[in-house]
């Protein structure tokens, strides 16, 4: 698996700041134009696919909106590793296929490090490995299928995702 570049962003990120609401009137291409836009002005003109979010806390706090979730996933960042997120969030990450990994020492990482997910958790650029929680089975089916309507799509094929 490749390393991924880290995008650093404090605690407490909301769903404001990754679908702001003057935009949520438009499809999702428009609305990852302006992810995070408040915090990171350089974020979705600047972010590569396969890069990942290293923030603090809360991550995903705030609205419901899936668009947040989605913003990233259009945007193709590979995942966001923090020690905690909004359960609304987590859900909605994980039902369009966006890897979250609840890392409690995520905020040892830093901007621009290479990082690479692996089984027990994340390794850092010095080859330390910080230990994440585990994933269910089940939510990494999503995350490798695309998201939970590929999984359902799969298993109405009689595929296993």
């Keep these: 698996m490749t390393a991924s570049r880290v995008w650093k962003l404090g605690a407490d990120v909301d769903t404001d700041a990754l679908a702001p609401g003057a935009y949520m009137k438009n499809g999702i291409d428009v609305i990852a134009q302006h992810c995070l836009e408040a915090l990171r002005p350089d974020f979705a003109a600047g972010v590569q696919?396969?890069?990942?979010?290293?923030?603090?806390?809360?991550?995903?706090?705030?609205?419901s909106r899936e668009q947040a979730?989605?913003?990233?996933?259009?945007?193709?960042?590979?995942?966001?590793?923090?020690?905690?997120?909004?359960?609304?969030?987590?859900r909605n990450a994980f039902n369009l296929g966006l890897l979250l990994l609840t890392?409690?020492?995520?905020?040892?990482?830093?901007?621009?490090?290479?990082?690479?997910?692996?089984?027990?958790?994340?390794?850092?650029?010095?080859?330390?490995?910080?230990?994440?929680?585990?994933?269910?089975?089940?939510l990494m089916d999503m995350v490798h299928a695309g998201g939970l309507m590929n999984v359902l799509k799969q298993r109405s094929q009689g595929k296993k995702p």
């Design 103 to 138: 890392c409690a020492e995520a905020e040892q990482l830093q901007e621009g490090d290479a990082v690479t997910p692996v089984p027990a958790g994340v390794q850092g650029p010095d080859g330390r490995v910080l230990p994440c929680q585990p994933i269910p089975d089940f």
């Design 49 to 63: 696919p396969g890069d990942v979010i290293v923030a603090g806390p809360n991550f995903g706090i705030g609205s």
């Design 69 to 90: 979730a989605g913003a990233l996933v259009h945007l193709g960042v590979r995942a966001v590793i923090a020690p905690s997120f909004s359960g609304l969030f987590f």
